[in-house]
């Protein structure tokens, strides 16, 4: 079992930038792959990107690259989603998930994760 929890959400102008955070607990010992999900209203969940457990690789889905950076600390207890250049299509849910099946890649699907936090909104005004 691990926990997550999403936090430094907000509302924000178009062009501002924001830092999310996730923090995880529980499975010591035990690597998963971690991933940043989004969902807008009435969307599905969006792959945005993740980190490897391996080697910290972080991977981007396409519109993500270039403007938002996913990094996480030394003891791989938290993981972070920079957000730069923030536009009102940015607006949703912000949600960090974990996949314990992976080591060395991350997943672009959102049913290969087990574990889940909460979400963060995220609003991106014009």
């Known amino acids: 079992q691990v926990r997550l929890e999403e936090s430094g959400g907000g509302l924000v102008q178009a062009g501002d930038s924001l830092k999310l955070s996730c923090a995880a607990s529980?499975?010591?010992?035990?690597?998963?792959?971690m991933g940043w999900f989004r969902q807008a209203p009435g969307q599905e969940k969006e792959f945005i990107g993740g980190?490897?457990?391996?080697?910290?690789?972080?991977f981007y889905e396409d519109f993500a690259r270039g403007r938002f950076m996913i990094s996480r600390d030394g003891a791989k207890n938290t993981m972070a989603l920079q957000m730069n250049n923030l536009k009102p299509e940015d607006t949703g849910v912000y949600y960090c998930?974990?996949?314990?099946?992976?080591?060395?890649?991350?997943?672009?699907?959102?049913?290969?994760?087990?574990?889940w936090g909460r979400g963060t909104q995220v609003t991106v005004s014009s």
């Open positions: 998930a974990a996949d314990p099946a992976l080591l060395r890649s991350v997943s672009r699907r959102a049913p290969s994760y087990d574990w």
């Open positions: 529980g499975r010591a010992g035990s690597g998963y792959a």
């Open positions: 980190i490897a457990w391996s080697d910290d690789s972080p």
